[in-house]
Nanobody, 122 residues
Framework: QVQLVESGGGLVQAGGSLRLSCAAS????????MGWFRQAPGKEREFVAA????????YNSDSVKGRFTIARDNAKNTVWLQMNNLKPEDTAVYYC???????????????WGQGTQVTVSS
C-alpha cells in the first residue's frame, strides 16, 4: 500500500514555471513506476509523464515534451514534475500515481494522490 500526497500547485502566468512534488509513504517506493496525470474541466484525465522505478527511463506526452521534466529520489520517496514555459492549456488538476508494473504504462495505475490545482493565466 502506498499513500501519495501532491503539493506545489498554484496560479502562474503563461511562460512561468512550477514544480510539483509527490511524497509517498508506505513500502516499496523504489519498486514502483511513478506517473503524473492531469484532468482539465470537462475533459478526461490524461497522461503527462512517467518515470521507471530506478529513475533510469522517463516518458513524456507529446503535449509537454521539452517543457516538463519528471524526476525522482528513491531515498526521499519523492517524485517531482518540473513544469516550464507553462501555457493556459496546461491548466488542470495534476495527479501523482504509482504502479507496481515493471513496464511503462500510461493508465490503470494502482495508487493515486488527491491532486493539486495548476492554473495558468494568459
Amino acid at each position: 500500500q502506498v499513500q501519495l500526497v501532491e503539493s506545489g500547485g498554484g496560479l502562474v502566468q503563461a511562460g512561468g514555471s512550477l514544480r510539483l512534488s509527490c511524497a509517498a509513504s508506505g513500502r516499496g517506493f523504489n519498486t514502483y513506476i511513478m506517473g503524473w496525470f492531469r484532468q482539465a474541466p470537462g475533459k478526461e484525465r490524461e497522461f503527462v509523464a512517467a518515470i521507471m522505478s530506478s529513475g533510469g527511463s522517463t516518458y513524456n506526452s507529446d503535449s509537454v515534451k521539452g517543457r516538463f521534466t519528471i524526476a525522482r529520489d528513491n531515498a526521499k520517496n519523492t517524485v517531482w514534475l518540473q513544469m516550464n514555459n507553462l501555457k493556459p492549456e496546461d491548466t488542470a488538476v495534476y495527479y501523482c500515481a504509482a504502479d507496481r508494473s515493471p513496464f511503462f504504462k500510461i493508465g490503470g495505475y494502482d495508487y493515486w494522490g488527491q491532486g493539486t490545482q495548476v492554473t495558468v493565466s494568459s
